[in-house]
């Protein structure tokens, strides 16, 4: 490794062309079958899952679709072989395969908890793991983001979001954080 300049080291990338979203996949056609819509069973609606780290030993995380009785009505079907990335909201759950990679990176602010997916016929998917933030990364360029900055945000849980319609990031802002502490994390 070469030691970087001091023009490199000020250089400011365009973290636009380098990051990605994780997003749930749009569903155009309908009449396909459709990733499911991950709800937590009543005991895991009770545990601060999604930004806190439970103690060892609590039974798994279990995770429904909570779309189903909404997809039979219209007449859609879940895919019967669940991905290697499922989605409760924004939270996403990672297949062991993924989580082993994950760990590789010792990742701050991220924990994978033991996670269950119980599809729509029943079969428990339990090589899961659901991705904890236990603090978010504000790195959202406002300035260059498509989004209605006159409209209100909504206020839920203490969290303040907004409508975006299109994300930039702040390239200064990413810079100057080290790479370890932005390998991954969730938008704030």
Known sequence: NCPMSSSQEHEV???NQEYFFVLY???????????PHLSPDDDTAKLPYENSVLPVGLKPLVFENGAADFNAKYGRKSIKQPP??????????????LRETLLKFELPNVSLQPAIFVDDWGTWHEDYWFLTFTSFFDCWDRQTSDYDP?????????????????FSLNNALLSNTPLRDRLLFMMG
């Open 84 to 97: 290697e990335v499922l989605f409760s909201g924004n939270y996403p759950l990672v297949s062991g395969r």
């Open 150 to 166: 006159s409209s209100q945000p909504i206020s839920i849980g203490g969290d303040v979001m907004h409508n975006v319609y299109r």
């Open 25 to 35: 996949p749009r569903e155009d056609d309908k009449t396909i079958n459709v990733l």
């Open 13 to 15: 990338k365009d973290f």
